[in-house]
């Protein structure tokens, strides 16, 4: 399974950016999908996740009311819509895939078996 992620770029605060995620190689529809991302110096984080089964969305409270992740399984893809965004957004954002996720680990970034390249997200203020 390869995810090749892409969007990033430069916006300013308050602003919006849509990153996006492709899957290919596999059977998407089968996988949890998820958004981390690594600011700089920082450890990889949890953004958003939406489940494979019931296309529930869970959020970090950091981007609750101004994230929205969602899945398009005709063209498998994953996407992040970013809204209000403030310089703390600033950092890789990483599409992952995973299966079998639970509420107490999907979360973690080692709940998820393939991850994508990563793609640069940069909010000036």
């Known amino acids: 399974v390869q995810l090749q992620a892409s969007g990033g770029g430069l916006v300013q605060a308050g602003g919006s950016l849509r990153v996006s995620c492709r899957v290919s190689g596999g059977t998407f529809s089968n996988y949890d999908m998820a958004w981390f991302r690594q600011p700089p110096g920082k450890e990889r984080e949890f953004v958003a996740t939406?489940?494979?089964?019931?296309?529930?969305?869970y959020y970090a409270d950091s981007v609750k009311g101004r994230f929205t992740i969602s899945r398009d399984k005709v063209k498998n893809t994953l996407d992040l819509e970013m809204t209000f965004l403030k310089p703390e957004d600033a950092a890789i954002y990483y599409c992952?895939?995973?299966?079998?996720?639970?509420?107490?680990?999907?979360?973690?970034?080692?709940?998820?078996?393939?991850w994508g390249q990563g793609t640069l997200v940069t909010v000036s203020s």
């Open positions: 992952a895939a995973g299966t079998g996720l639970i509420l107490s680990s999907q979360r973690r970034p080692s709940a998820y078996t393939y």
């Open positions: 939406v489940r494979r089964n019931n296309n529930r969305e």
